[in-house]
């Protein structure tokens, strides 16, 4: 079935997603292998995708956005996630949705010029800073701190698992600006490259995910000035829950995309491979095996496009959100598995896109908040 058939997108998203298929297929994806080899992918991909209108979907144009919308963006997520290289997708996603997302809700117009339209337009990479190497899910038992001090914040702590990291201009920073309020006493802080204090102190190794920079970063005595706070002080919390809806989602739309890349390349795979004199694809087990993946696919498909659905009509759906995230990425993880057995001893070649789906499908059930708090936010929901 087309997108179009879900009722969901219409005429100028699928000529669009025939747009964003070009890219990934001419520019990306031959590409692929050789980014993961040398865990990175070119700076230039941010202002081409900016070029293409790519990093600025959602925002408004005097921004440098196109603010088309959130369909828009998903139909880039889902067809970004079969360019072979999660990672790749990983941190050009994180442009667009995580780092950039905080700034346009919750940024002045100033702190928008300053850091919005520049992200927009490819020329400043932004990242996330949240996860602590002892807190993640947990956002209020964040540690890292930021102490007024005149004009000035001043920060110290540490961050890790950070998309973008490495090589970011900036970064949104989740901090504990009174540590004596819980969740009350976090606020989000614009802490710039360069800013003295503040540094990398390692780019992380990974399963998956290898061609994005994924860094650890460290804060001592760093004087961020106030005017980068995003929002009033004390609302970071509500400022994470937030942004948290978007992200999720995004992850179950990029699980849908990887999965449905999974599916044909596995489809396409039996079908050109030979065993006892025909096609693998052929055998019942095998037939079956394909429809049955199919079927869970098509599940979370639904789900997900469920969620967006009332997301993008400025419905509450914290539940559905959640269920969709936690449904597609796991999802995903078991089509890989699948894709992979059928593959046999081919899956583990680098030259098969597989093996990279299956490294990278690892992290949907984690990122952005785990299966196990999904569920946890779905009981809630139930009021239980």
């Given at each position: 079935m087309?997108?179009?058939?879900?009722?969901?997108?219409g005429?100028e998203?699928e000529?669009?997603?025939?747009t964003?298929k070009q890219?990934v297929?001419?520019?990306?994806?031959p590409?692929?292998?050789?980014?993961?080899?040398?865990e990175?992918?070119?700076?230039?991909l941010?202002?081409?995708?900016?070029?293409?209108?790519?990093?600025g979907?959602r925002y408004?144009?005097?921004?440098?956005g196109?603010d088309?919308?959130p369909?828009?963006?998903?139909?880039?997520?889902?067809?970004l996630?079969?360019c072979g290289?999660g990672?790749?997708a990983?941190?050009l996603?994180?442009?667009?949705?995580i780092?950039?997302?905080?700034?346009?809700r919750?940024g002045t117009?100033?702190?928008?010029?300053r850091?919005?339209?520049?992200?927009?337009?490819g020329?400043?990479?932004?990242a996330?800073?949240?996860?602590e190497?002892?807190?993640g899910s947990?956002v209020?038992?964040?540690?890292?701190?930021a102490?007024?001090?005149g004009?000035?914040?001043v920060?110290n702590?540490?961050k890790?698992?950070?998309?973008n990291?490495v090589?970011?201009?900036?970064?949104v920073?989740?901090?504990?600006?009174?540590p004596t309020k819980?969740?009350?006493?976090?606020s989000?802080l614009v802490?710039e490259?360069?800013?003295q204090?503040f540094?990398?102190?390692?780019?992380l190794k990974k399963l998956?995910?290898?061609?994005?920079?994924?860094g650890?970063?460290?804060?001592?005595?760093?004087r961020v000035?106030v005017?980068?706070?995003?929002?009033d002080?004390g609302?970071?919390?509500?400022?994470?829950?937030g942004?948290?809806e978007?992200e999720?989602?995004?992850?179950?739309l990029g699980?849908v995309?990887?999965?449905d890349?999974?599916?044909?390349?596995?489809?396409?795979y039996?079908?050109?491979?030979?065993?006892f004199?025909?096609?693998i694809?052929?055998?019942q087990?095998t037939?079956?095996?394909?429809?049955?993946?199919a079927?869970?696919l098509?599940?979370?498909?639904?789900?997900?496009?469920?969620?967006?659905?009332?997301?993008a009509?400025?419905?509450y759906?914290?539940?559905?959100?959640?269920?969709?995230?936690k449904?597609?990425?796991?999802?995903?993880?078991?089509l890989?598995d699948q894709?992979l057995?059928?593959?046999?001893?081919?899956?583990?070649m680098?030259e098969?896109?597989?093996?990279?789906?299956?490294?990278?499908?690892?992290?949907?059930?984690?990122?952005g908040?785990t299966?196990?708090?999904?569920?946890?936010i779905i009981?809630k929901q139930?009021?239980?």
């Amino acid at each position: 079935m087309s997108a179009s058939g879900y009722g969901l997108f219409g005429e100028e998203h699928e000529a669009f997603r025939s747009t964003v298929k070009q890219f990934v297929e001419r520019e990306l994806k031959p590409h692929a292998a050789r980014w993961e080899e040398a865990e990175e992918f070119p700076r230039a991909l941010y202002p081409r995708c900016a070029e293409l209108g790519l990093l600025g979907l959602r925002y408004p144009v005097e921004y440098g956005g196109s603010d088309a919308g959130p369909l828009f963006e998903a139909v880039l997520l889902e067809e970004l996630a079969k360019c072979g290289s999660g990672g790749v997708a990983a941190g050009l996603g994180a442009q667009f949705t995580i780092s950039t997302g905080p700034l346009w809700r919750y940024g002045t117009d100033e702190q928008k010029r300053r850091f919005l339209a520049p992200a927009i337009r490819g020329e400043k990479i932004g990242a996330l800073g949240i996860t602590e190497p002892s807190a993640g899910s947990d956002v209020a038992g964040l540690l890292t701190t930021a102490r007024r001090d005149g004009d000035h914040y001043v920060v110290n702590g540490s961050k890790t698992y950070i998309t973008n990291g490495v090589r970011c201009d900036f970064v949104v920073l989740a901090v504990k600006t009174d540590p004596t309020k819980g969740h009350q006493g976090l606020s989000l802080l614009v802490v710039e490259k360069g800013t003295q204090g503040f540094g990398v102190s390692k780019k992380l190794k990974k399963l998956g995910w290898r061609a994005s920079d994924t860094g650890e970063l460290h804060f001592e005595e760093c004087r961020v000035p106030v005017a980068n706070r995003l929002g009033d002080e004390g609302a970071g919390f509500y400022q994470i829950m937030g942004n948290f809806e978007w992200e999720r989602i995004a992850m179950a739309l990029g699980a849908v995309g990887a999965a449905d890349d999974i599916l044909q390349g596995a489809i396409s795979y039996t079908r050109d491979r030979k065993a006892f004199g025909k096609s693998i694809a052929e055998f019942q087990v095998t037939r079956h095996k394909l429809a049955e993946m199919a079927t869970e696919l098509e599940a979370a498909r639904q789900l997900t496009y469920h969620a967006l659905r009332l997301h993008a009509g400025g419905e509450y759906a914290l539940a559905q959100t959640a269920m969709a995230k936690k449904v597609a990425t796991e999802m995903c993880c078991r089509l890989a598995d699948q894709a992979l057995q059928l593959h046999g001893g081919a899956g583990y070649m680098m030259e098969y896109d597989v093996q990279r789906h299956w490294r990278d499908a690892r992290l949907g059930p984690i990122g952005g908040g785990t299966s196990e708090i999904m569920t946890e936010i779905i009981a809630k929901q139930l009021g239980l």
